[in-house]
């Protein structure tokens, strides 16, 4: 026969099976690991007329009218290392080199729109797109890491914008790699913006503060602005719980019938994870329409945990839904991880998990609709 059933019968399945992200071998070279720096397709259409500002809080309306005179000051024409003659923050030219921050720091709590402001910027930018860059705080300690941290300084100097979303400072190795980095970056007339991570941590406590990341990047404050950004606290609804997870035998179904699929043992995966560089992840998923697991379970170990996180970062990036069999997602991290040092890195990868197996629910329940509609045509 040249099909199997299902194990509930109610449809056929063909006898290949899907693909699976384990058969890629993803290999980047370093000259696309920098040309793919760029806002993410669920930021791909961020501007500052599509950020809506509550008129309740006028800090909102104010950055947008603070970025869009930063990115005015990116003048065109003029070459990374030239920042004497740019206006900063829509200020005069003026013929000495101008005093005060040229770097933006975006303050705010979690579901204020940070990250679409950062991208709105990167895309307001009169500059090519080949110079200037839009990562996360991962992202650019991966590429450091895959590249080495001079030619990483080399490929980035002549860029005339680099923003950096979810600067995170729960590494101190990587907060002082990072600063350093942007040291020499600014130094060779590169602006910079950044954001904080600041998703759910523990309800109650006060938010991730700009002085923390001014203290944090030491010698780089003096290059910041601070632009605060106030609204609602999204932190006090807690984390989203994840939908009940389907069967095995449903993802099976769901990655068959779904073109650009990928079906994935969940614990193979992971070890596939551990051979590749992190910097490829985001090719690891170019051009996938859902990714489907079974036999999900809790991770307990940490460097594979941390892995996970930044699969979990890509997949969101490109807004790729998940259906897991198994545990549920908001369960794949050990107790142990959610009260340690990478607490809110976790928390985020729990919440952008969950928000995906939301999406792979659409796909499972499109599908059950499509069961019963041949059912009743049959009938």
Same mark, same amino acid.
């Given at each position: ?31 696309r690991l920098v ?15 599509? *950020? ?31 920042? =004497? ?10 013929a000495a080199t ?19 402001? &950062? ?6 930018? !009169? ?11 991962? +992202? ?7 590249? =080495? ?18 600067? +995170? ?22 602006? #910079?913006?950044? %954001?904080?991570?600041?998703? !759910?941590?523990?309800?109650?406590? =006060? ?32 984390? !989203? ?10 993802? %099976? ?9 990928? #079906? ?16 490829? *992840? ?15 379970r809790p991770v307990?170990?940490?460097? %594979? ?17 998940? &259906? ?10 050990? %107790? /142990? ?9 976790? #928390? ?19 599908? /059950?609709? =499509? ?9």
């Amino acid at each position: 026969m040249s099909s199997s059933t299902h194990a509930s019968g109610d449809r056929p399945l063909p006898t290949a099976a899907p693909p699976s992200l384990c058969a890629r071998r993803p290999d980047v070279p370093a000259e696309r690991l920098v040309t793919g720096l760029v806002p993410p397709p669920r930021f791909g259409t961020a501007r500052f007329a599509t *950020y809506v500002p509550d008129p309740r809080r006028p800090s909102q309306s104010e950055a947008v009218h603070t970025l869009s005179g930063f990115a005015t000051g990116l003048e065109p024409g003029q070459g990374a290392g030239r920042a =004497g003659r740019r206006r900063w923050f829509g200020a005069r030219p003026a013929a000495a080199t101008p005093k005060g921050p040229r770097g933006v720091y975006l303050d705010g709590g979690y579901g204020v729109g940070k990250t679409h402001l &950062l991208a709105a910027l990167w895309h307001a930018a !009169p500059v090519p797109p080949e110079q200037k860059a839009f990562c996360t705080f991962v +992202e650019l300690t991966h590429l450091a890491g895959a590249l =080495g941290f001079q030619e990483t300084v080399r490929r980035l100097s002549g860029h005339r914008l680099l923003c950096i979303d979810e600067f +995170e400072l729960d590494d101190p190795g990587d907060t002082v790699l990072v600063s350093s980095l942007l040291g020499r970056l600014a130094d060779a007339g590169v602006a #910079l913006a950044a %954001t904080s991570n600041t998703l !759910p941590d523990r309800l109650g406590e =006060g938010r991730f503060a700009a002085a923390d990341f001014l203290r944090e990047i030491q010698g780089l404050a003096a290059r910041f602005r601070t632009v605060r950004i106030d609204g609602e606290d999204h932190r006090h609804r807690g984390l !989203p719980t994840a939908p009940p997870p389907p069967t095995a035998e449903q993802v %099976t179904t769901t990655a068959h019938a779904t073109a650009g699929a990928r #079906l994935d043992d969940f614990p193979r995966l992971l070890a596939q994870l551990s051979g590749s560089h992190p910097s490829g *992840y985001g090719t690891l998923t170019e051009g996938v329409s859902a990714v489907c697991l079974t036999g999900v379970r809790p991770v307990l170990d940490q460097a %594979t945990a941390l892995r996970l996180v930044v699969l979990a970062d890509r997949l969101y990036d490109r807004e790729t839904p998940v &259906l897991a069999a198994g545990e549920p997602l908001d369960h794949v991290f050990g %107790t /142990d991880m959610l009260h340690g040092g990478y607490r809110k890195k976790y #928390l985020r990868a729990i919440s952008r998990l969950t928000a995906l197996a939301g999406e792979g629910q659409a796909l499972l329940d499109r599908g /059950d609709r =499509g069961d019963r509609g041949t059912a009743a045509a049959t009938d």
